[in-house]
């Protein structure tokens, strides 16, 4: 079938199976991966990273980047390289780094006042 005509089936209430490796895919999708200073990854869900807009600065600031010095790449560039520091909130645990720092979401950490002095004193050593 073309795809206006699925569409067009759709509007009118049809349903169609998906694929179940389209589904496996999704989760994937929303996944960002920034490349600070070409040895730290950072990983996190793209609606955490849209509901905490500043934290992103926020960790370029403690490790006293530029804007220039972050970079935003894929998926498959990330299991590539090698790191120095991984800071994951993705819960992907794929990485190859000398040191992994690992949070449930940000929002945990920015309403627990231990976890984030801890989490900083981690980044700056």
């Known amino acids: 079938m073309s795809k206006p005509y699925l569409k067009k089936l759709s509007r009118l209430g049809y349903q169609f199976w998906v694929p179940k490796n389209f589904q496996q895919d999704k989760p994937n999708k929303d996944l960002i991966f920034y490349l600070l200073d070409k040895k730290t990854l950072f990983s996190a869900p793209v609606k955490e990273l849209h509901d905490y807009p500043r934290f992103l600065d926020s960790i370029r600031k403690i490790l006293r980047l ?17 790191y120095d520091l991984v800071i994951d909130f993705s819960q992907q645990g794929l990485f190859k780094a000398s040191k992994t720092i690992k949070f449930d979401s940000i929002g945990l950490l920015s309403k627990n006042k231990e976890l984030k ?3 900083y004193t981690e980044l700056i050593n």
């Open 66 to 82: 530029t804007k220039k010095e972050v970079v935003q790449i894929d998926k498959e560039e990330a299991l590539l390289i090698q």
């Open 117 to 119: 002095q801890d989490f």
